[in-house]
């Protein structure tokens, strides 16, 4: 477990806008063994992580995780106003698709919403919007983070798996993809 880089940057230079905690980031594997080993983070039970895991989800924090189908070195628990990537959606200065694969979409059930606001309330990229008494979402920005879907008391946000997405098969391959986006000939 260590602290969350984003959230001790933005304390570090006055520019830390949340209350939630800076020790929400989980690591894994050789990754954490490095890290406890420069004493930079601590080891934890199953059962720690899974708590940091249902807080962080209470909190209404977005769980970040490797786009990989194996191999996964972290688990970083996002806020909207410190964290990076997350925020940096928010305030809408790289657009989701440049800055990230999503592999999921959002979904309202017509029938199910009752209007309420609540997903409006703690969406932590600011993309859904009341338009009447339901629920818009701005699906070029939305992350697919899942956030939205917890507080709904009707149960109509679900999130669906994007067709043609598939997470590439490890870190390595991850990599390589994101360098051949950024230069073809790779």
């Given at each position: 477990?260590?602290?969350c880089p984003c959230r001790a940057a933005a304390h570090l230079i006055g520019k830390k806008r949340c209350d939630h905690s800076l020790e929400n980031?989980?690591?894994?594997?050789?990754?954490?063994e490095y890290l406890?080993?420069?004493?930079?983070?601590?080891?934890?039970?199953?059962?720690e992580a899974l708590e940091v895991i249902r807080k962080s989800e209470e909190a209404g924090l977005v769980?970040?995780?490797?786009?990989a189908r194996e191999g996964i070195k972290h688990t970083c628990n996002c806020c909207g106003c410190c964290c990076w990537s997350v925020g940096t959606i928010r305030r809408k200065k790289i657009p989701r698709d440049v800055l990230m694969a999503t592999y999921f979409l959002r979904e309202t059930d017509k029938e199910r919403c009752t209007g309420c606001g609540a997903c409006v309330e703690i969406c932590p990229v600011n993309v859904v919007k009341m338009e009447g008494d339901f629920p818009v979402i701005?699906?070029?920005?939305?992350?697919?983070c899942g956030v939205c879907a917890i507080p709904c008391p009707a149960s109509a946000v679900k999130l669906v798996r994007?067709?043609?997405?598939?997470?590439?098969?490890?870190?390595?391959?991850?990599?390589?993809?994101?360098?051949?986006e950024r230069n073809p000939a790779a």
């Open positions: 477990l260590v602290h980031c989980i690591k894994y594997d050789d990754l954490a406890i080993e420069k004493g930079i983070g601590r080891e934890i039970t199953k059962k769980h970040l995780v490797d786009n701005g699906k070029d920005w939305c992350i697919g994007k067709s043609n997405a598939i997470p590439p098969k490890d870190f390595k391959e991850l990599h390589y993809e994101i360098l051949k």
